[in-house]
């Protein structure tokens, strides 16, 4: 048997994927498993991971029309059986790919707006549950397969190479930072759609940081992130100097993860590096409410302190469904709800876990 686990959306999403991969192992140990993602990063998060054979990886929204075309011609001739487009993926361009692919069994969840034409798409399809986990979203497949679970408990796999440990274990000690306690952020967000009006503003993680130097002078601050936060850390430094703040430079989201391993906290909203905490076990793990936190996108299998927004208070599903769309509001009303969250709640939060 061939089976492709589709994983195009985010990131952290494909995270979610890894204990259903797990499973298909357990459940098929002599099958083909490969793994088609979107990002760079995705494929970082799934590479070592010893229950795949391949991870293909094409961006296939930054290649030509015609670049696609032939990347996606070589995932049909390679006559997958099974195709599996694991959650959350509710943009129906997901599903047009896995048609094309052509497996003769399309696997996928049934998404708000699925209609008549997503059901010739996939022809498996049980619907999505905001009540549970992504994970577990995914893993509620199985019975698709005619399959159960075989395995007793589930987390996010990360298997990182010795090197990468060895890179985030050089830096600790470069930096005298193993005997202090160290906080890691990371203020960015998706950038897709219009999920970046998610994030908490920049001059709240400035005034934060500038509090938390009074109160806790040993404190170590981390800032996590890559080119989209760049012109962030560059305004960060200016603002707040070098002293205990540092930007590590990682070749690669393995890197990062190694490194946010060593953190005593972590802060951020809910995005890719939210998971990858979760996945590296941080025992001090804060998250900012946003209008697109629901249950399916906690962190998995790891305690959290979640900082509320009063302006959510409650309706999340009232700014952002698994529908394909954005978030619900205007740009100024989005802006405004993340600067309800105020320095003072997350201060308190940070503070309480050192």
């Not at 979610?16 to 002599?30: C, K, M, S, V, Y």
Request: with cysteine.
């Amino acid at each position: 048997m061939k089976i492709l686990v589709i994983s195009l959306a985010g990131i952290g999403d494909t995270l979610f994927a890894t204990p259903l991969i797990h499973e298909l192992r357990a459940n098929f140990p002599g099958a083909v498993i490969d793994v088609f993602v979107l990002w760079r990063g995705a494929k970082d998060l799934l590479d070592n991971n010893p229950h795949l054979d391949t991870v293909h990886q094409k961006n296939l929204i930054a290649d030509s029309q015609l670049g696609a075309l032939k990347f996606l011609l070589k995932l049909r001739w390679k006559g997958y059986d099974v195709s599996i487009n694991t959650f959350p993926q509710s943009r129906r361009h997901y599903r047009l790919v896995a048609k094309f692919i052509g497996a003769s069994t399309r696997i996928s969840h049934e998404y708000e707006r699925s209609g008549a034409f997503d059901r010739w798409l996939v022809n498996k399809a049980i619907p999505l549950d905001y009540a549970r986990h992504a994970v577990e979203n995914n893993l509620a497949l199985l019975p698709l397969f005619g399959e159960k679970p075989k395995l007793s408990q589930y987390r996010c796999e990360l298997f990182l190479a010795d090197e990468e440990q060895a890179w985030a274990t050089d830096f600790i000690t470069r930096q005298n930072l193993s005997r202090r306690p160290l906080l890691g952020i990371h203020v960015g967000s998706g950038g897709t759609k219009n999920l970046a009006l998610r994030r908490w503003p920049l001059e709240n993680y400035i005034e934060l940081v500038r509090q938390l130097r009074k109160k806790e002078p040993g404190l170590a601050v981390l800032f996590f992130g890559g080119s989209e936060e760049k012109f962030d850390h560059e305004k960060i430094r200016r603002a707040l100097g070098g002293e205990n703040l540092f930007f590590p430079k990682t070749e690669n989201l393995r890197q990062a993860a190694a490194l946010i391993g060593k953190c005593d906290i972590f802060l951020s909203v809910d995005t890719a590096l939210m998971h990858v905490a979760a996945a590296m076990k941080v025992r001090g793990q804060i998250v900012i409410e946003t209008p697109t936190w629901n249950k399916p996108v906690e962190p998995y299998a790891n305690p959290f302190t979640l900082v509320k927004n009063p302006a959510v208070a409650g309706r999340n599903l009232d700014f952002y469904r698994y529908d394909g769309r954005g978030i619900k509001g205007t740009r100024e009303e989005l802006l405004a709800c993340m600067e309800s969250v105020k320095v003072a709640d997350v201060f308190a939060a940070v503070t309480r876990l050192i």
